[in-house]
């Protein structure tokens, strides 16, 4: 009777070893490739992942869940962070949905609004500015900010860091304004009245994809993206927004 005991005891510890090694096997094979993001609060888990890289180097991103779908177009698939929204339009995302066979289009296209982000680079650092942030624990903290004219809105103020010159170096966004588009050139009142930057993009579309890794035969990395109803279907919503976007060891494969 305790050989019996022993055996059955083995047997059940090796039914339960195999048990834990097959759902681990599931797992991994489930998340590996992977691509999801929260959808207006709302986990979008693609069941199919694929990557397309063109002859001319951009790269097309594709999740495909039930009734949904994401695209990525990434103007280049070198590891780097690029940005929706902007005048580069081969740099834009997608999303698609049919739910009770109502079709939702949405995409990152150039729109007027709020300014959302500034252009790193900028145009014109102009003469005799004073900075309006100081350097806090690696960190620039702003408490005031300049006025500005030029491009298609009104009510854009910015925040300036410069050199010790008076050189505009860098800008933040103290108040967004209104009417702006991707690219409006804007000049910054103060000193010479001669800083100017363009708007990267705004509130209603922007976003951006950072590739962290791309072996040649897999791609890796996180996105996150407002975009706007092209389709004006009034059944869905004017904006969508996807956030904490990851894709990991999605297969890159030779564009169709």
């Known amino acids: 009777m305790v050989v019996i005991n022993i055996q059955m005891k083995k047997i ?17 094979k489930f998340n590996n490739p992977g691509f999801q993001a929260y959808r207006d609060g709302v986990l979008f888990k693609g069941i199919d992942a694929k990557a397309y890289k063109s002859t001319n180097g951009t790269i097309t991103l594709v999740g495909l869940a039930q009734d949904e779908e994401v695209n990525i177009d990434v103007a280049n698939s070198n590891v780097g962070t690029y940005y929706f ?23 990152t296209d150039i729109v007027s609004g709020p300014v959302a982000n500034m252009s790193a680079a900028i ?51 103290a108040s967004p304004g209104n009417g702006y588009i ?7 009142t103060g000193g010479g009245n001669n800083a100017k930057v363009k708007v990267l993009n ?13 072996t040649g035969d897999t791609i890796s990395g996180e996105f996150k993206f407002n975009a706007i109803n092209t389709n004006g279907n009034p059944s869905g919503p004017e904006l969508v927004n996807f956030q904490y976007g990851t894709f990991y060891k999605v297969p890159v494969l030779p564009a169709p």
């Open 12 to 28: 059940i510890c090796l039914i339960v070893i195999l048990s834990v090694f097959s759902s681990c096997t599931t797992d991994v």
């Open 85 to 107: 929204g902007t005048t580069n339009q081969a740099t834009k995302a997608f999303y698609n949905s049919t739910f009770n066979n109502v079709q939702l289009s949405y995409a």
């Open 123 to 173: 145009t014109a650092g102009g003469t005799g500015y004073v900075s309006d942030c100081t350097l806090v624990n690696g960190t620039y903290a702003c408490s005031n900010s300049h006025q500005t004219t030029g491009g298609s809105g009104s009510g854009l103020s910015l925040s300036v860091i410069t050199n010790a010159a008076g050189v505009v170096t860098s800008v933040k966004v």
């Open 182 to 188: 991707a690219g409006d050139l804007i000049t910054i």
């Open 202 to 214: 705004v509130e209603g579309s922007n976003g951006e994809i950072k590739i962290t890794e791309n």
